[in-house]
């Protein structure tokens, strides 16, 4: 642990700090608890209202009480699905909610949702309790989980909303967005500006309509006649979103968006895609011929794991691809994403 001007530590509370994580018995990253703990005593010493500690206290016990749910299921895929608290049971986007839960869970996949009523009952009944993850929010007219996450206890419960929607986001590896209020839109739109800047590694994300329905067209059309027009988006970014009324595309554009890549890492300044598969030669060379236009400098290359991948031990089995990405186009990582999961060596 080091002193900063953001942590204006002494030593001996340094060395305090570090005799108590000893003691502790915490081993593993005790740096960055370390840096925790260092960070509570210099926010003591910036002497803060007592609203802004409460805050920062109520949020790192949400936090952990979140981790802690989801830590038993790191290796399980799971899908967050947004929608509606008030959507009814004999609604259409009801059932279609439910139906899309199933399919994914049917594939082993694990659903999130804001386990409250509407649409997160629905997706959670479609799951069932052993496929059901809930992060909810305490609000007045919302004062408990819904039956089938609270039937298993497998919900956390926040009062932020800012740490409920990273725990929905955090640890999901694609997501449904049913019709909604200013909530689900909130959310859908959260989504969308993290992939669009990079901040978040590239998932698939599905807009979910009932049968014939015309909610997310409307938005479709928004964006190509008011968003891009105002140049205020660029022309390809709502490329990366499927607009359905079908359930069974719907689970096909999560679950295959990760038929052949696995992952992603940056390395300095070159970007590394792990694959479950080696692209052949000529598979190689049409990559490059379709993507030259994304990268800063080069060309895309195979390549076992670079040297810190090995000293992490991190995906070392899988193949890889590396290449130097012009850090301005990050956000159509998803256009390489797609065409890799498209060729021919990729599995079935």
């Not at 108590?20 to 960055?32: K, M, P, Y």
């Not at 409250?116 to 609000?139: C, F, K």
């Not at 479709?220 to 490329?239: K, M, T, W």
Request: charged share 25%.
């Amino acid at each position: 642990m080091t002193e900063s001007s953001n942590n204006p530590v002494s030593g001996a509370v340094t060395e305090a700090l570090r005799a108590v994580i000893e003691e502790a018995g915490i081993a593993q990253h005790a740096d960055l608890v370390a840096r925790i703990l260092a960070t509570g005593i210099g926010m003591g010493l910036d002497t803060p209202g007592r609203l802004d500690l409460k805050i920062t206290s109520a949020a790192l016990t949400e936090m952990r009480a979140a981790f802690r749910l989801f830590a038993p299921y790191a290796g399980v895929p799971k899908v967050t699905i947004f929608g509606s608290a008030r959507t009814l049971p004999d609604d259409a986007l009801y059932r279609q909610a439910s139906d899309v839960a199933a399919a994914l869970a049917a594939n082993g996949w694990m659903v999130v949702t804001g386990a409250g009523p509407g649409i997160m009952q629905a997706a959670a009944e479609g799951a069932g309790p052993d496929h059901s993850l809930g992060v909810s929010i305490r609000l007045p007219f919302e004062e408990r989980p819904n039956a089938i996450v609270e039937a298993n206890a497998r919900n956390v419960a926040m009062k932020y909303f800012f740490t409920r929607k990273l725990m929905l986001v955090k640890e999901s590896s694609g997501f449904v967005c049913v019709p909604g209020g200013f909530g689900t839109l909130d959310e859908m739109f959260e989504l969308l500006t993290l992939q669009q800047t990079g901040k978040a590694e590239p998932t698939p994300i599905v807009l979910l309509d009932a049968p014939g329905g015309t909610f997310w067209e409307g938005l479709r059309r928004f964006v190509d006649e008011q968003l891009i027009p105002a140049g205020v988006i660029s022309p390809g970014d709502f490329d990366r979103v499927l607009v359905t009324d079908s359930v069974e595309a719907a689970a096909a554009e999560i679950t295959g968006f990760w038929r052949n890549y696995d992952s992603l890492r940056w390395v300095g300044g070159r970007l590394v895609l792990r694959l479950r598969a080696e692209p052949t030669d000529g598979e190689l060379e049409a990559l490059n011929r379709e993507f030259e236009g994304l990268l800063a400098a080069g060309r895309i290359e195979r390549t076992g794991p670079l040297r810190v991948e090995r000293e992490d031990g991190d995906r070392v089995e899988l193949p890889r691809l590396v290449m130097r990405l012009n850090q301005f186009r990050v956000g159509e990582l998803h256009r390489l994403i797609r065409a890799v999961n498209a060729l021919g060596s990729a599995p079935a």
